[in-house]
């Protein structure tokens, strides 16, 4: 497998990968709920990354690594593993630039993403749902393809793109006290560290995990990385570990970790298609559900919270089993 | 019961109702798809009012009444009778200025919409799902109480009121060839006429209806009102019939009627769903339904739609009986 250029990426590098994909990707607009606000005591301001482009935040980072690419490096394609988003959005990405795209995807994936990807364009080959196969199976198809690889969130190319959200939320929002996303390998909050802590060092970061797959919060309590190696939760974008890179912002940046319940996550998800007619996944319920069950965390406070996704399976939702 | 004031709206109404308005209502977003662009071949500016106070543009016309009543007539609070949405906007308005609401509503109507209207306070009254049972409940319960009627669509004040929609859309996209909407009993519809005809009368503007509930196209077709008792459609917004007023705009300024069968609807709806990340009701998938099925007279052409509403039952979604 090709080294990845180990260096940490820099804010110089969320400004660069900024004007790299802006062409490619939206500026998704910030929405508030007056009736979450009186729920929560906190004024919320949902950054709505289910409006983006291939359906996820995660196609800042998948962008930004493919537009970077030299021309001689981007002709033998792009090759990753996901559990969904970051494979659909790599395969728009590479479509984009009309160059091949191969990502190693769990078999129990939502058939609503597999069918995405293939839209795009992307070559799916099926693992297990392990991190043990899920990588297994990706050496061997680097191996035959060739491609370049770009991990779903260690990848520095991809953290600087994930930071391009938080700078647009500082730029819609004035006067942010905190902000809150969900933690799975950490690109999005690793994004949220190296943007705030160039630009808004005073804003609060704050990470949300399903307690059932909490190895982030395991990790940030024990001080060295912890990865389990096949949680199950509803949460399918948050089951993978931290990494090197991830763990390095996540250990110096993150205020803290909360974690919430599959129930919690649930109702979260339940009540924000209710009142704020947004289609969003379990993963990006996890943060209003933290802050559900720590409202003393937030009371008071202006707090920009991070909607990563609206890829889901609508012919398997989760209050459907009641 | 009271006579209403039966001077057709004016422009000059539009106005004054947007400034009356303003302080209760959001200027709802304008949001694009690519991949409905290319889907229909048209440019789709989607007005959501579904992100709508109450979830529903039908708060702009219950505002407009509720705030213009004189302190002696808003003291004796407002009735009317709705499918669902007009009530709930009713109860909201009503609310804010914290005067009583009674609603007539059909028992059928979907449960998110009977505790929606008893969270904002309004009194519920039942009848079978029939205009004739409607209007014979609602004289009872308006006898009773001595409150102002305030009429989903017919009322004056209300077609101002939702006369603001499409004021704000033009100010908020250039260049707009045409508009379409749904169509029930015609006060969305009434209130685009009225602005378009003021301010930009080279627009076209389409009404969208179910087939089942096709009394609006039939009527267009046979130059008279042609009510239905009972129609059966999964589009619940969409069951009443044209009334003097409504019936005025709609013979006067709409270009054409377009339809649209029950599997369209739902495939139109669970498309939005998917694609755009928007929690719509099955009524205002229809205008959605009629363009997939009419690309003909869409192509090529910017278009306004409006999502008129959000309130669905999440756990009675159309696909579940798949």
């Known amino acids: 497998m090709k080294d990845l250029a180990q260096a940490l990426p820099t804010y110089e590098d969320v400004i660069a990968a900024h004007a790299r994909i802006a062409p490619h990707i939206h500026r ?20 709505c990354e289910n409006f983006q482009k291939a359906g996820a935040f995660k196609v800042r980072g998948a962008c930004n690594a493919v537009f970077g690419l030299s021309d001689e490096m981007a002709e033998r394609g ?6 969904g988003n970051h494979a659909l959005s790599l395969s728009y990405a590479a479509g ?14 939502p058939e609503a993403k597999k069918a995405a990807v293939r839209g795009y364009g992307g070559i799916i080959t099926e693992c297990e749902p392990s991190t043990t196969s899920r990588e297994a199976v990706f050496a061997e198809v680097q191996e035959a393809t060739g491609a370049e690889f770009v991990h779903p969130y260690n990848d520095p190319r991809v953290i600087a793109g994930q930071g391009t959200c938080s700078r647009e939320m500082m730029e819609q929002v004035d006067g ?29 970061i ?11 919060y395991r990790s940030f309590k ?30 110096s940046h993150v205020t803290d970790i909360l974690t919430a319940s599959e129930q919690e996550i649930i109702d979260a998800m339940k009540l924000t ?21 720590n409202p003393e965390v937030f009371r008071g406070k202006r707090v920009g919270v991070v909607v990563t996704g609206g890829n889901v399976d609508l012919a398997k939702l989760p209050w459907m089993a009641d």
């Open 222 to 251: 024990a001080g060295h990385i912890i990865a389990d190696d096949a949680p199950v939760t509803i949460a399918d974008g948050l089951k993978v570990p931290l990494k090197e890179n991830t763990w390095h912002f996540v250990s």
């Open 206 to 216: 704050y990470a949300a995990e399903p307690e059932q797959a909490d190895d982030a």
């Open 176 to 204: 942010l006290d905190a902000v809150i996303a969900p933690i799975g390998g950490g690109g999005m909050i690793s994004g949220c560290c190296l943007t705030l802590s160039n630009i808004a060092p005073e804003v609060e």
């Open 78 to 83: 792009v090759a990753t593993h996901s559990s």
């Open 273 to 293: 298609w209710q009142r704020m007619k947004l289609v969003m996944e379990p993963s990006c319920a996890v943060p209003l559900a933290t802050i559900l069950r």
């Open 28 to 47: 998704t607009p910030v929405l508030t709920s007056e009736y979450f606000n009186e729920l929560t005591g906190a004024e919320l301001f949902f950054k």
């Open 96 to 109: 984009r630039r009309g160059i091949p795209c191969n990502v190693v995807m769990p078999r129990t994936a």
